[in-house]
């Protein structure tokens, strides 16, 4: 059971080149579709008999904005509070750091199960986290087999997949798919295509896993600075699973998933479940500090991970970002996405949260498409329970990729920046402008062409500029601007003062 | 590691251009603005029958009894669900449990051991009306997380004073004893991975029983 390729930024193609890939995928396009459509049904019903919705998530921005001004205080107080729990917490500044410290732990935990148990084997809860720093694979080369338990990443791994959604990672596959992919890796040559019966398998196959391996890797939705708490929010009972049964337990954490107090979670745990599978609250969440005499792992380790997140929070106008709560309510709404799947943003995060999370973790040198991989309508923004302004943030980076990609001498190797800087210099001046605007309406007399109502238009733009016209018409500049019109109109009205009329 | 730590912190306070302190956090937290509503709108029959819809609207089963009908509502219960072999936490064998069962206390079970009871039935500390929400820490009446989770059927007993009706009156009530290991249950374990399909039941209890005790004067 190994882990396929992992959607790795800084290999993965372009969004453009990959999206155009995606969209020849009928079959992909129509799971997508059934998945966001079920999704935003659920979540718009939730969220309608929610009178103080909107006072929810002006509190949950809040909440998240107060955390990351005062970031530094919280994780000590979190430190302290698991500490003193009888949890370990340890920090890593990227993947790499945060990779070998869980390898270390694991081999640590192994050895003190005995000689009697050596198996090299791991639970692993569905983390978005332990998928960004592709932890499955550094696992593996370690010689440790990790078991993925979340019905979708079970899907994924088996399938030797990769992650097409926050919430729902295996949203791509439909039930064919998945009974082809069971009935092979599973050897249940038998098995039907209900969704009854496919859960009722990996049940099965699941659980002498959950009664044997006596470790398990988990992510946090929420770190709880008051008490050194974790929550973890759930369906299935896999996460409840790997939480109680195992003896050690490793919690790989952002360092942006903390919250001041407990109370905060009565915002956050009433949105986040109405926005990510439009229930009122999911089937399970756990919430546990530290260690406890009776009940649960006798070892517990937590991971605080930067890797590019304080990068965020150095920018002011993209540090909104960190606020995510990984709902996934803005991938279900996004034209885009909804095209496209998830892979196609060649990242754990895809969708309008991925679209500025993954080029900022990344500090811009990858990715550097995904910022243009909006039609900045908005309705992430509306539908977010924390109230993070997406196409604002996707406006900054554009801005910052322009700035990059036109500094000093790399403009003269972009025809676009190149373009750019020439109508910035014919805008600043009136003759210029003129000029240029005689000088148009004679090189497109040669292009123009007629429709049936007589107007003309340009349908194939020479050499450069052909890319406007490749997929649309472009209307011929009037025989007449408005300015001419305007100061022809003065000069009549001298002569004849009523007469006024609009070009055509 | 201890310098991933310092680096980590330092970039944190560049990154906000300032220090933070305990006192300057405390103080701007308790400016945060909330507006929900956090206290009830309905009267004490009207939360509880919620509680219920809500309950029911996860494919929980719902029965209400007064106090003097529990054993004969238990065994109602556990008869039709056909269990025999049914863990209980150490704190309940105080009730008045039907016959005709065999009543297991959990006094460190082995998972392989909770994998062969049929059912586990537990008190909880309270319950949320408007999300359907059974809350369970790891007290002597619900016992550990285990025990609710590896047998298939869970069979909970919730008191009518327990019954709050939003999920901020539910974390005022829990702050005292927020550090305890506390599971939110709401319904069976379910999944919708397959096609976004509700499947109820992968990991943990497949049939969730729930028992409402009138115990308040209210109701």
Redesign the interface.
Known sequence: MSTGTALDPRTAPPFPIAAARSLEDSQLRK?VR??TD??QGKRARVVSEM??WE??R??GE??RR?T??????????FEENCAR?GGVV????DGA?ARA?VIRLVEEAVENEGPHNSLREVLKIKSMTTEEIQLNQALESAGIRPYE????EL?IQLGHDQPSHIV?P??HK??QQ?RELFRKEMDLPELGES??E??EA??RF??TR??RVPIAISGANFL?A????VCIVE????G??C???PRTLITLAG?DKVL????D???L??TLPRSA?G????????????V?R???PKQFHVV?L?NGR?DV??DIEA?QTLHCIRCGACQNVCPVYRETGGHAYGSVYAGPIGAILTPQLQRLQHARSLPYASSLCGACYEVCPVKINIPEVLIHLRNKVVRRDTAGLRVLGNPEALAMKAASTIFRSERRFRAAQRLGRLAQRPLERKDAKGEPWVSSLPGFFGGWTATRDLRAMPKQTFREWWENRSRNNRDAKYSAEAPR | ?SD??T???R??????SS????E??AE??EL??????VVSQRSRADVLELLQD?LRD?DAAVVRCEPALLTMTLNATLTAASVHRIGIPQGLQELILPAGFEFVIDE?MS??EL?GLDAVLTGCILA?A????LVLQ?TIDHG???LT??PDVHVCLVRSADVVET??Q???R??PT????????????????????R?K?????RFLHVILIHDDAAT
């Open positions: 799971n059934h998945a079920v999704i009178p103080d006072a929810l002006i509190s809040a909440i107060h990351m001004k005062h970031l530094d205080e919280y994780l000590r107080q729990a340890h920090w890593a500044r750091e410290l338990t979340d019905l979708a899907i729902v295996a949203l439909n039930r998945i969704p009854e496919l859960a990996a049940r699941l659980r959950f009664l709880i008051e008490t050194g708490g369906s299935e009972g896999n409840r699973m939480l109680t049964l360092i001041p107090r407990f109370r979670l009565e915002v745990l009433q599978t229930e009122r609250m999911n089937p399970y969440n756990s919430m546990w500090t530290g406890q009776a009940d649960g605080l930067d304080t929070l150095a540090r | 590691m991933a730590r680096a980590i912190l970039r944190i306070v560049e990154a906000n220090q933070g302190t305990a300057a956090a701007s937290w945060l603005p909330r507006d929900y509503s809500r996860y460190g998972p392989s994998d949320i408007e999300t359907g929400t790891s550990r997380r285990a989770l590896v999920v901020p539910a974390f005022a829990l702050q927020a550090t305890m290991p506390t599971t939110f249950v709401s319904g069976p374990s379910a999944t919708a991975d397959i096609e976004m399909t499947v039941g992968v990991h943990g209890p």
